[in-house]
């Protein structure tokens, strides 16, 4: 069983930055594709950006060349980099498989990390 947990999160002006890290225990790691995931209260969660096992990305338009998404298969971690913040990019941000919204298995999920972006 894979457990991932969210970390990094706090609070940021907007035009700021901030990095999350997605911290994973588990098999195969190295060989799954990632995603982060981010959710308002009251609203489902969206996804935001993927990384494949071999660094290809993917990104929402709403976050496009101002989010960076890697990962280090060395130390199982997946990091997310926050530039030029908005308040529209506050929510909890999660970590998980990147196909939990389109496939037809169920996602555990963590417990996130919250980001909030003040004006």
């Known amino acids: 069983q894979v457990r991932r947990v969210e970390s990094g999160g706090g609070f940021v002006q907007a035009g700021g930055s901030l990095r999350l890290a997605c911290a994973t225990s588990?098999?195969?790691?190295?060989?799954?594709?990632v995603g982060w995931y981010r959710q308002v209260d009251g609203k489902a969660r969206e996804l935001v950006a993927t990384?494949?096992?071999?660094?290809?990305?993917h990104y929402a338009d709403s976050v496009r060349e101002r989010f960076t998404i890697s990962r280090d298969n060395a130390k199982d971690t997946v990091y997310l980099q926050l530039n030029n913040v908005t308040p529209n990019d506050s929510g909890v941000y999660y970590c998980?498989?990147?196909?939990?919204?389109?496939?037809?298995?169920?996602?555990?999920w963590g417990q996130g990390t919250q980001v909030t972006v003040s004006s």
């Open positions: 990384i494949s096992a071999n660094g290809i990305t």
């Open positions: 998980n498989r990147d196909s939990c919204l389109t496939g037809s298995f169920y996602c555990y």
């Open positions: 588990g098999p195969n790691f190295g060989i799954e594709a």
